[in-house]
């Protein structure tokens, strides 16, 4: 298998193309490390050559026109609209939205009841589009395409079936206790409303650094309204830290505790069997994010509540498509109570076309993921050896036995790293640049894909992403199914281009 079987999208000349070379593809190419900052920046040069983007950061442009039809079908002058899949969803964004700005704000149906935007000023727009981020609630492209083209659309109720059975499979439960979103921030936004509904008034725990609408629907989405209080943020997920949960747990109720496994984008591993336990004990909801596992190796739901899968990264593989699954538990003690509110609160907007692109790519994922294991393992070991590299964060690496205690036989280590170089203030910028892999966001493809992650999540917090150990040189890279030979000489000689 050689590299030309995927994706180039490397070279300076290729900003704002898409990754993969498609209309939906759900990545962007940013290939030096100045066009990140660009894009953070709101750089025109940047935004301006973008033809996409990740689709919950950056609308992709069918979705746009359809914002715009909404416009002006609905729009009051000096009002503009984002729409959404359902009149629940578009209801949530605008009680948000009148809450953080105290704008007049409303929702309007369009498309014959098939969206509903929130119509807004504009001075507001930046906030519902921070909803559409956090929250995930989103209304994909080719649904764009449909709605405005006016075609009829298949209703992928066969494909969603075999996706919850697939996933069943996987997470080993019964495809009854799979539920299908339109991107795994919905899945764990909806975890996080059923957890209100539980304890509206008592606040979370956030268990080591999360990817980062993990922590924002936490602390921007809560009925408490200081973000302080509103999650207990433990960002070094210690066992010392597992004390400090103790302690808080026998001292108030708490809404639930959210952690991934690995982390992002540290790849860390604490101590899930010592959390679980805890929560038993304390009576409290356990929720996982288990999306860098990868899907195959790692067996997390029997320590949860709720597990929550971006389907986006690994499981489809492809990046041409968000989704993503929330699970439920039977064996543990909050099954019948979210199943009871799953049944009233769970609407079904996972588009149907989406369903059955996503349900084609995933056939495979079980044979991709081993040697995608196997790729990252070693290019892992190739640049741990380096002088040029100062740190490589990989779950192999970090927390090991805290991670191999939920290892699935024969599972493996995944296929996600982050790096930071020695000398990385004067080196990272022109190693990122010359490196020859395809760069921009979203991470699980087949081809491998790496971008600079904290300039990406955190560029307006980046000493805060520090305080937490999370340098803001640091590489992320998501390997793919491309000879190991050939990606280890990607690495290689970007390092030779530097040193
Ligand atoms: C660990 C983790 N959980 C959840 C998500 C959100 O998934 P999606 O983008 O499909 O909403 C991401 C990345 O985007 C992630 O890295």
Known sequence: MTSSQFVSRWRGADLGLPIPEERHAVSVCLPRWRDN??????????????QCGYPRFFFHPDTARLFAECERQLARPGECA????????????????????????????????????????????????????????????????????????????????????????????SAEDVYLFPSGMAAVFT?????????????????GFPYVDNLKIQQRLSRIQAAENAVAFFPRGTESDIDEVARLAATESLLGLFVELPGNPLLGSPNIARLSELSLRQDFPLLIDDTFAACVNLDTLPAADAVATSLTKYFSGAGNVLAGSLVLNRERPYYERLKTLLAEEFEDIFYGEDAIVLERNSRDVAQRIPRINANAARLCEFLAERPEV???????????????????PGGGFGGLFSVVLRDAAAKTERFFDALQIPKGPNLGTSFTLCCPFTILAHYRELDFAESCGISRHLIRVSVGLEDSDWQIERFAEALRECW
Not at 37 to 50: K, L, N, R
Not at 191 to 207: D, G, K, V
Not at 399 to 405: L, M
Request: aromatic share 8%; glycine share 8%.
């Open 390 to 408: 100062a740190d490589v964060f990989y779950p192999a690496r970090v927390d090991r036995a805290n991670y191999e205690r939920h290892l699935r």
């Open 37 to 50: 900052v660009g894009y953070e920046e709101g750089d025109p040069t940047v935004t301006g050559a973008m």
């Open 82 to 173: 984002i729409a959404f899949p359902s009149e629940p969803v578009a209801r949530r964004c605008a009680e948000f939205v009148a809450r953080e700005t105290g704008a007049l704000v409303r929702v309007g149906a369009g498309f014959d009841g098939r969206v509903h935007a929130v119509l807004m000023p504009l001075a507001a727009r930046d906030t519902a589009k921070a909803f559409w981020q956090h929250a995930g609630e989103i209304i994909p492209s080719r649904q764009a395409v449909a709605l405005l083209e006016g075609h009829v659309a298949a209703d992928g109720a066969r494909a969603k079936q075999l996706l919850r059975e697939r996933v069943a499979e996987l997470q080993g439960c």
């Open 191 to 207: 975890a996080y409303r059923l957890f209100q509904r539980l304890r509206p008034e008592q606040r979370s725990i956030q268990f």
